[in-house]
Every structure is written in C-alpha cells, then in structure tokens.
C-alpha cells in the first residue's frame, strides 16, 4: 500500500525549532519529487517546499525562505523539514505529498505545528 | 501574478451540476490540479491535466480549461461531493507550487 506518515509536530514557543519526518512506504521513494504543503487553522493549502527525487534540488515558498530546509534521505524512505525561528503564523497542519508531476497523488495524514508561547 | 484566484463558496441543488472556477495568468501555460478535501481529512486528488481523474474518482467530475481560466464541473452532485475544492498549479519557473484559495461546496 502506498503510504506516507509524518511525525515530528507538536507545540513550540516562538522562535523555537522543530523537525518534521514523513515515512514513506508501497513506492520507489527516489523515483520522485516531495513536497510538504500546510493548513493554517479554518484556512486553505499553502505549498510550503519541494525536493527532487535524488535530494539535488529544493525550492522554497518566499514566505519561509532561510528559515525552513527540506531533506530527505532516499535509503531511509523519509523526508524531513527542519524549521527554524517559528513564528505563530507558522502554525498549521503540515502534510507530506508525493509529487506526480501533473499533481499531488499521495498524501500523508498531516501532523500539526502549535508555535504559541 | 502567479496566484489562482477562486469563489469562496458555491452551492449547489442535489443533482444538479456545478462548475468551480480557478482564474490565473499562469493557467495560460500549464493545466490546473484539482484536489477535494473533507472536514478533518487531508486533500485528496481529483483531477488532473486536460480531463483525467485518479482511479476511483467518480465520472461525475471533470474538468476543463480555457484561457487564464480552469474548471471543475460535477454533474449530478451528490451529497458526498460536499467539500472544499482547491486547484493548483506551477508558477512560471516551474518549480514553485501555487493553490487557489479553495471554494467550500454547499449541495443543498
């Protein structure tokens, strides 16, 4: 079954860190681009980051440029996303996607970021 | 602009057909990503490229595009198609990702 879990959410003061994990399984992991998309509370999607399948590339949404790195690490099936210097307007569902090119075909459960002091 | 622009809300009468619009310069050159998503669920693919639908995806929906201009359509809507719908698409660097706003569906 072609599945993907993140982990890693949870509350964190302002100007805190945190890192995000997403375990993806029923797939060649490598074979494709990943992205990590949030939901601010009653709000709509914001694509928040992408990685190409080899880890090469990575692209940023403006508004968490140099405070967000997105990695992954192909033999361990997992993405990750490192955030740093949160902010309140960071607070969000953060989901995992897998990148099919002509859309978003698998997405994870979602795990939820608090940044309130 | 890069950004996709749609109505915040739509409803529509049981059975009858609805169309949700995703309006954005870039939908010039690429094909909008239509995804549905559920209260407490995460967004879930429905549509994608000229007019194709994932396994599993009702033939009730589809969708179209013309101009700056692309389209979700469900004809006969159910009470399970109430939802929020979001489109999506590349910016024009092609690696930058862009959603519409999302139009919440009401089936009356």
């Known amino acids: 079954e072609v599945q993907l879990v993140e982990s890693g959410g949870g509350l964190v003061m302002p100007g805190g860190s945190l890192r995000l994990s997403c375990a993806a399984s029923?797939?060649?992991?490598?074979?494709?681009?990943m992205n990590w998309v949030r939901q601010a509370p009653g709000q709509g999607l914001e694509w928040v980051s992408a990685?190409?399948?080899?880890?090469?590339?990575?692209y940023y949404a403006d508004s968490v440029k140099g405070r967000i790195t997105i990695s992954r690490d192909n033999a361990k099936n997992s993405l990750y996303l490192q955030m740093n210097s949160l902010r309140a307007e960071d607070t969000a569902v953060y989901y995992c996607?897998?990148?099919?090119?002509?859309?978003?075909?698998?997405w994870g459960q979602g795990t939820m970021v608090t940044v309130s002091s | 602009s890069s950004g996709l622009t749609q109505d915040p809300a739509v409803s529509v009468a049981l059975g009858q057909t609805v169309r949700i619009t995703c309006q954005g310069e870039?939908?010039?050159?690429?094909?909008a990503s239509w995804y549905q998503q559920k209260p407490g669920q995460a967004p879930v693919l429905v549509l994608y490229?000229?007019?194709n639908r994932p396994s599993g995806i009702p033939d009730r929906l589809s969708a179209s595009s013309s101009g700056n201009t692309a389209s979700l359509t469900i004809t006969g809507a159910q009470a399970e198609d109430e939802a929020d719908y979001y489109c999506?698409?590349?910016?024009?660097?092609?690696?930058?990702?862009?959603f519409g706003g999302g139009t919440k569906l009401t089936v009356l």
């Open positions: 996607a897998r990148d099919a090119y002509y859309g978003f075909d698998v």
């Open positions: 029923g797939f060649p992991f490598s074979s494709y681009s």
């Open positions: 990685i190409s399948g080899s880890g090469s590339y990575m």
């Open positions: 870039i939908l010039r050159n690429y094909y």
């Open positions: 490229g000229k007019n």
């Open positions: 999506n698409s590349r910016d024009s660097s092609g690696n930058h990702l862009v």
